[in-house]
């Protein structure tokens, strides 16, 4: 069916303006520190690698090269940034992680290596 009027007679407006500014704004989170030598910092979200000592809210210090088997890995797959253990399986990439296992496509984008990371502070909220 196709509306062919323009305002129906039981539409009424509001008795009342609706500010913008009394909508609620979602919380942002601040962004990972930026080490002073330019390299790249991402921070753990999930409870993807605590098994590895990683809890969530970690940082990571990415080394930009491609991974070996056995290192956390950072990837860009499918629009997101995935972390996880690089392993191979039946020859393909896969990222193994305390969820479980994930192949990864061929147009994965392999960000870097986690080449140190600092554990969040015993309790401070992590999510």
Request: no cysteine; net charge positive; charged share 25%.
């Amino acid at each position: 069916m196709r509306s062919t009027g323009g305002v129906s007679r039981s539409d009424v407006p509001l008795p009342f303006d609706i500010a913008l500014d009394a909508v609620p704004v979602p919380a942002r989170r601040s962004p990972a520190p930026v080490p002073e030598d330019g390299k790249q910092v991402h921070r753990l979200v999930g409870a993807h690698l605590t098994s590895r000592g990683l809890p969530p809210g970690s940082d990571l210090v990415i080394n930009p090269r491609r991974p070996r088997r056995g290192e956390v890995a950072v990837v860009r797959s499918g629009g997101r940034t995935r972390v996880g253990i690089f392993d191979l399986e039946r020859g393909r990439a896969v990222l193994r992680s305390d969820r479980g296992t994930r192949w990864l496509p061929p147009d994965t984008v392999f960000v870097g290596v986690a080449a140190l990371a600092s554990p969040t502070l015993d309790g401070m909220p992590t999510g």
